[in-house]
């Protein structure tokens, strides 16, 4: 069945270093892939997607980009804010139904 | 102004015991989600409807009974009420369903079953 794996449970990382939050995925159909972002005690936001094979969407300094014939869209940004200290999710969508499947979720911590 | 509504915010519920969470959307979309999160397995979809027609249902429990009053409304009624019930009870909207829809999540109900 279609799947979300996020190999990370918790990275832990100092302020201005990159950032990647891994994410593969298995689907049955052509596949749209989004990163989620929830904050402490709020609900989970939209932080990009993308539907386009090699397109490299980006958002707030975050971009991840769609590789097919990996199966991946790893999460990645060049400079780590504290304000980035957040859960992220990936999840996996497609034509065929109207629910997303999240994975497991990346706890990200920056410290000073 | 929040543009889904959940109701209430935090719930305290003794076991074996019923309870509705209220969930009501403004933002004129057709599909409406339920999705629980716990420290066990975060972000687990429920249920999906699409124009108030139940399109999808992840739940094993028959306890877990979604309710759709009006088109922007997506109750969730659960009865008999376990302490693993005990999470965090997330409403979700998307314009349609499929095609890569992205989802707005309302604020959460936290569940707590004593």
């Known amino acids: 069945g279609d799947s979300v794996t996020q190999t990370e449970g918790l990275v832990t990382l100092t302020e201005g270093l990159p950032v990647m939050l891994n994410c593969t995925y298995q689907?049955?159909?052509?596949?749209?892939l989004f990163w989620y972002v929830q904050h402490l005690n709020e609900a989970p936001k939209l932080l990009l997607k993308?539907?386009?094979?090699?397109k490299r969407p980006e958002h707030q300094g975050f971009h991840a980009t769609l590789h097919k014939s990996s199966s991946s869209f790893h999460l990645q940004k060049s400079s780590a804010q504290l304000s980035d200290s957040a859960l992220y999710y990936c999840?996996?969508?497609?034509?065929?139904?109207?629910?997303?499947?999240f994975g497991q979720g990346t706890k990200l911590s920056i410290k000073p | 102004d929040p543009k889904i509504i959940q109701k209430p915010k935090y719930l305290v519920a003794v076991t074996g015991s019923e309870k509705i969470l209220i969930c009501e959307q403004y933002l004129g979309h057709n599909a409406m989600y339920w999705y629980r999160q716990s420290a066990k397995k975060p972000l687990e979809f429920m249920f999906s409807y699409s124009y108030q027609k139940l399109m999808d249902n992840q739940t094993a429990s028959s306890r877990f009974q979604p309710q759709s009053s009006k088109k922007n409304h997506l109750d969730l009624q659960i009865t008999a009420l376990k302490p693993d019930d005990s999470a965090t009870y997330f409403c979700a909207s998307s314009r349609g369903q499929g095609a890569g829809s992205d989802y707005t999540f309302g604020s959460g109900t936290r569940l707590l079953v004593i």
């Open positions: 999840a996996l969508g497609n034509y065929n139904q109207g629910k997303l499947i």
């Open positions: 993308s539907f386009t094979d090699n």
């Open positions: 689907s049955t159909y052509s596949p749209f």
